[in-house]
C-alpha cells in the first residue's frame, strides 16, 4: 500500500517546494507533480500518471483541494473513483479525509468537498471575469487580446536553439532569453 502525493502549480514561474515539504511530511511514498499546468485543466500528465498507479489500499494526499481540480464535477468524479477503487484521500490544508474501507469521512467529508470545491471553481469562474472582459474591450478596439504569435522565425526561438546547440540548459537558456523555462522548452520544440 503506496501514500502518493500530487502537487500542482498553475504557472511555470510559480514553486511547488512548499507543497512537496509538506507532502512528504505526510509520509508520501512518491510525489507527482505538475508544474505550469492549471488545476482546471482535466488532462495533467503527472496526475494522470499518478492515478494508473494507484491500487486498493492506497491513498492519495494533496497539499489542498484545489491543487487536485478547481472544477466540482472533476473533484466529485476522482473522489467516487477513489472510493470505488478502494482508494483513500486525504487534503492536508482542509482537513479532509476518506477511507473506503471504513466509515471515515462518509457523508460530512463528501459535503466538504463539494463545498470547497464549488467555492474554488466560483473563485476560477470570478478571476476569468475581467479577462474575458478585456478580451471582448481588446476585440472591439481591432486589437487582438492574448500572447503573441511567436514561431520558428522569431529572434528568441532562434537565440533559444543556438543555446541550446552550445549545450546550455533550458533553465540558463530561459535567463539569457528573458523567458521562462516552460517557454524555452516551447521554443525548443519549434522547428527551425
Known amino acids: 500500500m503506496a501514500r502518493l502525493g500530487h502537487a500542482c502549480v498553475s504557472l511555470a514561474e510559480q514553486n511547488a517546494d512548499f507543497q512537496i515539504r509538506e507532502l512528504k511530511e505526510a509520509g508520501c511514498d512518491r510525489i507527482y507533480r505538475d508544474q505550469g499546468i492549471s488545476g482546471t485543466r482535466v488532462s495533467r500528465p503527472e496526475l494522470h500518471r499518478m492515478l494508473d498507479r494507484l491500487g486498493p489500499g492506497d491513498e492519495v494526499v494533496v497539499w489542498k483541494l484545489d491543487r487536485l481540480g478547481r472544477n466540482t464535477r472533476h473533484l466529485l468524479e476522482l473522489l467516487d473513483d477513489f472510493k470505488s477503487r478502494g482508494i483513500k484521500f486525504r487534503s492536508l490544508r482542509d482537513g479532509i479525509a476518506t477511507d473506503p474501507a471504513s466509515e ?89
Open 104 to 192: 471515515v469521512g462518509g457523508a460530512i467529508a463528501q459535503a466538504m468537498v463539494t463545498i470547497i470545491s464549488a467555492f474554488a471553481q466560483l473563485e476560477r469562474d470570478q478571476l476569468s471575469e475581467p479577462t474575458k472582459a478585456g478580451m471582448a474591450a481588446a476585440a472591439g478596439n481591432g486589437r487582438k487580446a492574448g500572447r503573441r504569435e511567436v514561431n520558428a522565425d522569431h529572434e528568441k526561438v532562434k537565440r533559444a536553439h543556438e543555446l541550446k546547440v552550445r549545450g546550455l540548459k533550458p533553465a540558463d537558456i530561459g535567463k539569457i532569453v528573458g523567458v521562462s523555462r516552460a517557454t524555452v522548452y516551447r521554443y525548443l520544440a519549434m522547428e527551425s
